[in-house]
């Protein structure tokens, strides 16, 4: 297939990319290299796409109506696998117009190249921290999720709706993804484990939010990108038990489905450091601070809805998943 994978310089995409290209699909990636985080990084990730055959490179923002016409129109990919986005929760307390001009101008034009152009599916990323201030463990994609405590949350709860709107009105087929604390090699420097990794290794206390009790259903790459083009694969269509009466907030009677994808056994914070202390053969200085304004307690995936959808289920623990992201990070020591 020919497929668009938005954001290729970026953790996720640059790894999805490279997985669809292995199994012999056609990539169109899009990525505008923006510097929230360090560009060379971003540019180390595209230099693994060098030499191999089927990917073709747009150096694009998705904010940009004209340059988004053209790519859909030049390029007319089968499907789309939408990951590019302003990361990070905190930054848009310093940056808000940035977040709306990128997730929601920019998926905007994503939807709109995909109603124009005949796309057979969309899968695009959402975020576990659409659950918000909801506090019922695991979080399930068939609960309410209307009290996102942060900009970026709410973008993201604003793209559920959005595809879920397209896919009623034109018959897209859309399977949204809340994305669970991904980590792993070629990971973002915001990150907790990339600071964590850094800051041990230069001898630097690390900060720890919350005194470290937080527990996050922290997912390894590798099994990330497995649900991701399994979903690829799987194109939804109405489904057949959708009640208007009470509605299911994760299906519905258009093409379209939302669900989470993480591993279902979340760890304490307190546990991923000892972990990785042990992979540096460091111990860390820790500096406890409370919990940061518009974090959660806890997150914990329920994904029981991909598991019977398309078969997945998280297979890397965080020991082996760690010991993974540390060799990579020694060997390339960025910045």
Same mark, same amino acid.
């Given at each position: ?90 930054? !848009? !307390? ?19 190249? +995909? ?51 397209? !896919? ?33 290794? !230069? ?75 042990? +992979? ?56």
């Amino acid at each position: 297939m020919k497929i668009l994978v938005t954001g290729t310089a970026g953790f996720i995409g640059s790894h999805v990319a490279l997985k669809l290209l292995e199994r012999g699909d056609e990539v169109i990636g899009l990525d505008n290299l923006n510097d929230y985080y360090d560009v060379s990084l971003k540019k180390a990730r595209l230099a693994r796409f060098e030499g191999r055959a089927g990917y073709t490179h747009v150096h694009a923002d998705l904010a940009d109506r004209m340059a988004m016409e053209k790519l859909f129109a030049e390029h007319r990919p089968q499907r789309v696998v939408h990951l590019a986005a302003q990361a990070g929760v905190r930054y !848009a !307390a310093q940056n808000p117009h940035v977040y709306i001009s990128s997730n929601v101008t920019g998926f905007l034009h994503v939807l709109e190249g +995909c109603r124009h152009h005949g796309v057979e599916h969309l899968v695009f990323a959402s975020t576990s921290s659409v659950y918000g201030a909801n506090t019922t463990m695991p979080f399930s994609e068939h609960q309410s999720a209307e009290h996102p405590l942060t900009l970026y949350a709410a973008s993201k709860k604003a793209n559920e709706q959005m595809a879920h709107s397209y !896919a009623h009105l034109y018959r897209i087929p859309s399977t949204g993804l809340r994305f669970f604390t991904v980590y792993g090699p070629w990971g973002r420097p915001d990150m907790a484990l990339f600071l964590f990794t850094k800051a041990i290794l !230069a001898g630097e206390p690390i900060k720890v939010f919350n005194h470290g009790k937080h527990k996050r259903s922290f997912t390894f790459i590798d099994d990330i990108v497995e649900g991701v083009i399994r979903t690829l694969d799987k194109v939804p269509g109405p489904d057949p038990d959708w009640n208007s009466a009470a509605p299911d907030p994760a299906s519905s009677n258009a093409p379209y489905r939302i669900y989470n994808i993480g591993n279902e056994r979340p760890v304490e914070l307190l546990r991923y450091i000892e972990v990785l202390e042990e +992979c540096l053969g460091r111990k860390a200085r820790m500096e406890m601070l409370p919990l940061q304004a518009g974090d959660v307690p806890d997150t914990e995936a329920d994904v029981s809805s991909l598991i019977d959808a398309v078969g997945y289920r998280p297979k890397v623990s965080v020991e082996e998943g760690v010991r993974q992201f540390v060799d990579w990070y020694l060997q390339y020591q960025p910045r």
